[in-house]
């Protein structure tokens, strides 16, 4: 009888990021080491992070998760877009894990058949399992999170298609519902403005900065259909800021934000990257 994990195969290890085990670690631990992260005041709910290669994003992406560095959550919400054309509006895995060189996160599937079952619920349909995906926005930030927290972790891997503010809403709420009793962190996985020049790129990545750092999903999903700010995770960053809403926390805090320009030294077409920390700062 073979008891060999179903592993989802990574379209981008050694490609987007460092490939060979100890390399990735040193790099990882870098990028976390240099994050200068203020004083925060109250519980963290989740981060924001961005999502493009270690090598353009990853000093954003460590100031997020430098907030949790060194704590511990059984189980991680992450919530990213689906960039290729799956005709299906939610998606998850079908594996039973993921892996990334720095080891296996096995999925949460008991937790993965709740949130399905909710959303049928509140949707009508729920998570389409899929096998041997490309998408690249959901394990970009698993070695951050293997290299963060201080124990391993159940994956709960969300990827949403749809760019709809209803179904937003309702993956967010459904995540509430079921993470309500669960020590866990959700992380919205997000970059900004796409190949515009740096000028253009910060005047809408602060128009939806604005929007998440107000709490406003509602706002985000408005700036964008005017196009004056822009959020290619747009689905899986209001989702998690309604369901961080509908587990208390009352605060986003921008930690960084830069373009990869500032990286290539190339302006003319840049993609912007930000990080944030959810907090919940009210007392019950």
Same mark, same amino acid.
């Given at each position: 009888?073979?008891?060999?994990?179903?592993?989802?195969?990574?379209?981008?290890?050694?490609?987007?990021?460092?490939?060979?085990?100890?390399?990735?670690?040193?790099?990882?631990?870098?990028?976390?080491?240099?994050? /200068?992260?203020?004083?925060?005041? @109250?519980?963290?709910?989740?981060?924001?992070?961005?999502?493009?290669?270690?090598?353009?994003?990853?000093?954003?992406?460590?100031?997020?998760?430098?907030?949790? #560095?060194?704590?511990?959550?059984? =189980?991680? &919400?992450?919530?990213?877009?689906?960039?290729?054309?799956?005709?299906?509006?939610?998606?998850? *895995?079908?594996?039973?894990? +993921?892996?990334?060189?720095?080891?296996?996160?096995?999925?949460a599937h008991d937790v993965?058949?709740?949130?399905?079952?909710? =959303?049928?619920?509140?949707?009508?349909?729920?998570?389409? %399992?899929? #096998?041997?995906?490309?998408?690249?926005?959901?394990?970009?930030? =698993? %070695?951050?999170?293997? /290299?963060?927290?201080?124990? %391993?972790?159940?994956?709960?891997?969300?990827?949403?298609?749809?760019?709809?503010?209803?179904?937003?809403?309702?993956?967010?709420?459904?995540? &509430?519902?079921?993470?309500?009793?669960? *020590?866990? =962190?959700?992380?919205?996985?997000?970059?900004?403005?796409?190949?515009?020049?740096?000028?253009? &790129?910060?005047?809408?990545?602060? &128009?939806?900065?604005?929007?998440?750092?107000?709490f406003s999903p509602e @706002?985000?999903?408005?700036?964008?259909?005017?196009?004056?700010? +822009?959020?290619?995770?747009? @689905?899986?960053?209001?989702?998690?800021?309604?369901a961080a809403r509908a587990?208390?926390?009352?605060?986003? #805090?921008?930690?960084?934000?830069?373009? *990869?320009?500032?990286?290539?030294?190339?302006?003319?077409?840049?993609?912007? +990257?930000?990080?944030?920390?959810?907090?919940?700062?009210?007392?019950?």
């Open positions: 009888m073979s008891t060999r994990t179903d592993i989802r195969p990574s379209p981008i290890a050694g490609l987007w990021y460092e490939g060979e085990p100890r390399r990735l670690a040193k790099v990882v631990d870098a990028y976390l080491d240099q994050a /200068q992260i203020p004083e925060l005041e @109250g519980e963290i709910v989740g981060v924001i992070a961005p999502h493009a290669g270690h090598r353009y994003s990853g000093a954003v992406a460590g100031y997020a998760f430098a907030t949790v #560095r060194g704590r511990s959550y059984p =189980l991680v &919400a992450v919530i990213s877009p689906m960039h290729h054309p799956y005709f299906q509006p939610l998606l998850t *895995s079908a594996h039973q894990a +993921y892996a990334t060189p720095l080891g296996v996160i096995p999925i993965v058949a709740a949130l399905d079952q909710t =959303l049928k619920r509140r949707l009508g349909y729920g998570l389409s %399992p899929v #096998r041997n995906d490309a998408e690249h926005s959901l394990e970009i930030e =698993l %070695p951050f999170l293997q /290299q963060a927290l201080r124990e %391993p972790f159940m994956l709960l891997p969300v990827m949403v298609r749809a760019l709809d503010p209803r179904v937003s809403q309702a993956l967010g709420e459904a995540l &509430a519902e079921v993470l309500a009793d669960r *020590s866990a =962190l959700l992380v919205a996985s997000t970059d900004l403005s796409h190949y515009y020049d740096q000028q253009t &790129a910060l005047s809408l990545d602060r &128009a939806m900065l604005e929007q998440i750092e107000a @706002g985000a999903f408005e700036v964008e259909a005017q196009e004056k700010g +822009y959020a290619c995770g747009l @689905g899986a960053v209001t989702a998690v800021l309604w587990l208390g926390a009352d605060r986003v #805090r921008l930690l960084r934000h830069a373009t *990869s320009g500032d990286v290539t030294g190339d302006y003319s077409q840049v993609v912007g +990257y930000a990080a944030a920390v959810i907090l919940k700062t009210a007392r019950p």
